[in-house]
T-cell receptor, first 109, second 114 residues
Framework: AQRVTQPEKLLSVFKGAPVELKCNYS??????LFWYVQYSRQRLQLLLR??SRESIKGFTADLNKGETSFHLKKPFAQEEDSAMYYC???????????FGTGTQLKVEL | DGGITQSPKYLFRKEGQNVTLSCEQN?????MYWYRQDPGQGLRLIYY???????QKGDIAEGYSVSREKKESFPLTVTSAQKNPTAFYLC?????????????FGPGTRLTVL
């Protein structure tokens, strides 16, 4: 069965510091990975997907099939990055998503 | 916001009662989903529907039921058989326009069992 692991419940960094939110997955097939974000008092929304290979709000994530990881990175954290981040795995079959438990990112001044 | 709506925002239920949560979307999306969000557990899939009049169980379907009579609507009923129903419930939808890759979420309903 597929599984997504986000080992950090809370990550606190200073403004301007690099950020790395960890995500590991287990799935025997070809995965599609996503990062979703939930800002305070806002809806859960897509941040980025590995298939697009894009940078959104300065964030990037590279799929590493060898390490089964999809870590989210940003070189310089901003205060507005404070939010709850969820890594998600799609394994097809109805386009279901399996979510990790989430990491709360707090960017301090 | 618009697009996908959920009602009510807060819902209180007595033990032993069934309660129905509403989810409506005007995005013309074929697929709709229900998730349950608990602290420290992320989102867990309850039910999903890829097309009208068809739906499948997710990972935690016990104690829940759904219907999909219209494309726009996917109501979730939390039955008295659900042992721990107090939670935050999120509805989502996705469509063919982005190959179903992106799910759009509603604002959620917080259910509390008294």
């Amino acid at each position: 069965a597929q599984r997504v692991t986000q080992p950090e419940k809370l990550l606190s960094v200073f403004k301007g510091a690099p950020v790395e939110l960890k995500c590991n997955y287990s799935y025997s097939g070809s995965p599609e990975l996503f990062w979703y974000v939930q800002y305070s008092r806002q809806r859960l929304q897509l941040l980025l997907r590995h298939i697009s290979r894009e940078s959104i709000k300065g964030f990037t994530a590279d799929l590493n099939k060898g390490e089964t990881s999809f870590h989210l990175k940003k070189p310089f954290a901003q205060e507005e990055d404070s939010a709850m981040y969820y890594c998600a795995l799609s394994t097809g079959g109805g386009n279901k998503l399996t979510f990790g438990t989430g990491t709360q990112l707090k960017v301090e001044l | 916001d618009g697009g996908i709506t959920q009602s009510p925002k807060y819902l209180f239920r007595k033990e032993g009662q069934n309660v129905t949560l509403s989810c409506e979307q005007n995005l013309n999306h074929d697929a709709m989903y229900w998730y349950r969000q608990d602290p420290g557990q992320g989102l867990r899939l309850i039910y999903y529907s890829q097309i009208v009049n068809d739906f499948q169980k997710g990972d935690i379907a016990e104690g829940y039921s759904v219907s999909r009579e219209k494309k726009e609507s996917f109501p979730l009923t939390v039955t008295s058989a659900q042992k721990n129903p107090t939670a935050f419930y999120l509805c989502a939808s996705s469509g063919r326009d982005n190959s179903y890759n992106e799910q759009f979420f509603g604002p959620g309903t917080r259910l509390t069992v008294l």
